[in-house]
């Protein structure tokens, strides 16, 4: 796997963390114990030579239990509130039987009452970059 495929998944598994763990309209956080993530895939495939719906799975963890696998592809949006706690995310691609991870990321402490948005796209040099924040 070429540098810019692994950097597009290390891309995804952020964005996925900050899904299960960050991206676009996100509500105003929550006072309940719980943040806000939102995260948009704006990775055109094509433009790293592999399928324009680069199509991966994220597995997010919270407290190291598996709580969902997320499909993703080119334009899609997820929004959720979730739990404050420690995440961990694995992306994979989705044409994988056995899901092994691209990359991962974490564990990371979230905490409540937080919005986090998260952007994935191709910077310069068609280098995979991921723009977050945090309120």
């Keep these: 796997m070429n540098q810019n495929i692994s950097r597009i998944f ?12 960050f991206a676009f309209a996100v509500p105003q956080a929550k006072a309940d ?6 995260v948009y895939h704006g990775i055109n495939g094509r433009s790293l030579g592999l399928d324009k719906e680069l199509p991966v799975n994220a597995m997010v ?15 899609d949006r997820f929004t959720a ?3 404050a706690g420690k995440y ?3 992306v994979a691609l989705q044409d994988d039987p056995a899901q092994n991870p691209i990359m991962s990321l974490g564990p990371l402490e979230i905490p409540a009452d937080v919005d986090v948005r998260i952007q994935a796209q191709l910077g310069a040099g068609k280098t995979p970059t991921l723009n977050a924040r945090v309120k």
């Design 33 to 38: 114990g719980t943040f806000n993530i939102s």
């Design 81 to 83: 509130d979730l739990d």
């Design 10 to 21: 290390v891309v995804f598994a952020l964005v996925a963390l900050l899904a299960g763990a």
């Design 88 to 90: 961990m995310i694995e």
């Design 61 to 75: 963890y919270l407290d190291d239990d598996l709580i969902a696998t997320i499909p993703l592809e080119f334009k």
